[in-house]
């Protein structure tokens, strides 16, 4: 296990203009489970073909109620201190943007105001047909869009798809920032790796907190191998 110094990366943190970058590693936590970890509730080859625009598609059944399953579990979760600590240093101004592939909106319920989402969200949901968006209640009531007939889902990117408009956004913050803190992924999937990438790239200073290796870690100014509410809440406890 890496234990970097919290002094250093809380050093680096004073001086703002800091970006997060968020993967399911900080939910787990709040009891989102990963499905890339080997205790996730799904494994990861039942998740990639349900979560799926064939799927969508082809299985709607079975596609439906995988996530009227994962909606009624991640309703009920609650951000932990990670999420409140990111909330808290945007509060002080020295997060500028919190970009997520979690489609969880704890950030925003820890009290984030300025959160890219790349992957989506599960409050909505989306016809892909006719492109309304509904409240994501709309799945336990309907399997189809009540406007067109078309195919309905959760408004979160399916594997197949392409990344939102979002994306872009997430990428021009990114080169506008002075550190760049990831938070709780492994960097394992494209193009969201490609975030901190740009962020060294231009420049920008890399604090690493995840529970296992990044390809990252070699270019990081910090890394820390642990949970993510330990490692930030004693980083916090060196700003003050
Ligand atoms: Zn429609």
Not at 66 to 80: M, V
Not at 169 to 190: F, N, P, Q, W
Request: with cysteine.
């Amino acid at each position: 296990m890496l234990k970097g110094d919290y002094k250093k990366a809380a050093d680096i943190i004073r001086e703002g203009g800091v970006v997060v970058f968020s993967g399911a590693g900080i939910s787990t936590e709040s009891g989102i489970p990963d499905f890339r970890s080997p205790t996730g509730l799904w494994n990861q080859e039942n998740f990639i073909s349900l979560a799926s625009v064939d799927a969508l598609y082809e299985k709607r059944s079975e596609f439906i109620k995988f996530y009227r399953e994962r909606l009624s579990k991640i309703k009920l979760a609650k951000p932990n201190a990670s999420h409140e600590i990111v909330a808290k240093l945007e509060k002080i101004s020295l997060v500028t943007h919190v970009i997520t592939q979690n489609i969880d909106r704890l950030h925003q319920k820890a009290g984030s105001k300025r959160v890219i989402e790349i992957h989506g969200n599960l409050d909505e949901a989306y016809c892909r047909t006719c492109k309304s968006i509904f409240d994501s209640k709309i799945l336990d009531e309907v399997e189809m869009c009540p406007n067109c007939g078309g195919a309905i889902g959760p408004n979160v990117v399916l594997f197949g798809e392409a990344m939102p408009e979002s994306f872009n956004d997430a990428m021009e913050v990114i080169k506008r920032a002075k550190t760049c803190i990831v938070i709780g992924s492994s960097l394992s999937v494209y193009p969201a790796a490609a975030i901190p990438e740009t962020a060294l790239k231009f420049n920008a200073k890399l604090i690493i907190i995840n529970k296992t290796k990044t390809h990252l870690d070699g270019f990081a100014d910090a890394v820390f191998h642990e949970s993510s509410t330990v490692a930030l809440g004693e980083i916090y406890k060196n700003l003050n």
